[in-house]
């Protein structure tokens, strides 16, 4: 586990939103699920949401990840506007760009461990070993074990190493701890921790638990589909620091 550490000066954006909308018609009114979202992910930082359910960050999410598209504004990545992508361009940003991580595992059950990996890595063009990427999440003892041989931790960080073999520019996890208890969402968070730092990956974690925020560099409250407040952290927390 990474101890805690003080924040550098502010890295260059990965990713940008801008005026962002999404809505969802639904008879004769219409659900503005984001207004207006203005938002950055920053090379190598681990940003929070923070919100409760049905205040739009697993939508906000969703879109920066090329799962749904917006209804106005843009998404800017390295220069290019996911807005305007193609179906088959955002698929090859989904496959080659970006890792998710979700709150059930989405692990195939036939698949061991090693094999849920390679699934990944077979089609990145530059990816971590299968074993590597177990290994850094702690598991190169239960590389050959199968699903239903695992707890729900381990089951999490098969699929984080699975998000993190193809070396994504952007980690995205959307409550990854909200199906596992105290103990073993904390050893989960430690996990993720260590891969942002490692790795460098660029992180975002979408939580309803606002202490895990103390863990980011950023942390983004979301109010009914807004940004209601955007903190930088001096500091950022010790897993075994944040209470449960």
């Given at each position: ?63 920066i990840g090329g799962l749904d598209v917006a209804s106005s504004g843009s998404v800017i990545y390295q220069g290019r506007n996911l807005s305007e992508f193609s179906d088959r361009e955002l698929t090859e940003y989904r496959r080659y760009h970006v890792g998710f991580v979700f709150q059930f595992y989405n692990l195939i059950s036939s698949l061991t461990a090693r094999e849920n990996v390679a699934l990944v890595t077979d089609i990145a063009p530059n990816p ?117």
């Amino acid at each position: 586990m990474s101890s805690e550490s003080k924040k550098q000066a502010p890295a260059k954006a990965v990713l940008t939103t801008r005026d962002l909308c999404k809505d969802y018609p639904m008879g004769e009114i219409t659900v503005h699920a984001l207004k207006n979202v203005n938002f950055e992910l920053r090379e190598g930082e681990m940003t929070v949401l923070l919100g409760a359910s049905g205040s739009g960050k697993s939508t906000l999410l969703n879109i920066i990840g090329g799962l749904d598209v917006a209804s106005s504004g843009s998404v800017i990545y390295q220069g290019r506007n996911l807005s305007e992508f193609s179906d088959r361009e955002l698929t090859e940003y989904r496959r080659y760009h970006v890792g998710f991580v979700f709150q059930f595992y989405n692990l195939i059950s036939s698949l061991t461990a090693r094999e849920n990996v390679a699934l990944v890595t077979d089609i990145a063009p530059n990816p971590m070993p299968p074993e590597e990427a177990l290994e850094l999440v702690g598991l190169s003892e239960r590389i050959d074990h199968f699903p239903s041989q695992l707890s729900g931790g381990e089951q999490q960080r098969v699929a984080i190493a699975r998000a993190v073999a193809k070396r994504p520019s952007i980690l995205l996890c959307d409550e990854p701890t909200g199906a596992l208890d105290a103990e073993t969402g904390k050893l989960v968070l430690s996990v993720l921790d260590q891969v942002n730092h490692e790795t460098n990956t660029t992180t975002a974690i979408i939580t309803h638990n606002a202490s895990i925020g103390a863990l980011g560099d950023v942390v983004v409250r979301m109010r009914s589909g807004e940004i209601a407040e955007c903190i930088e952290n001096e500091f950022r927390a010790n897993v075994d620091d944040i209470e449960w």
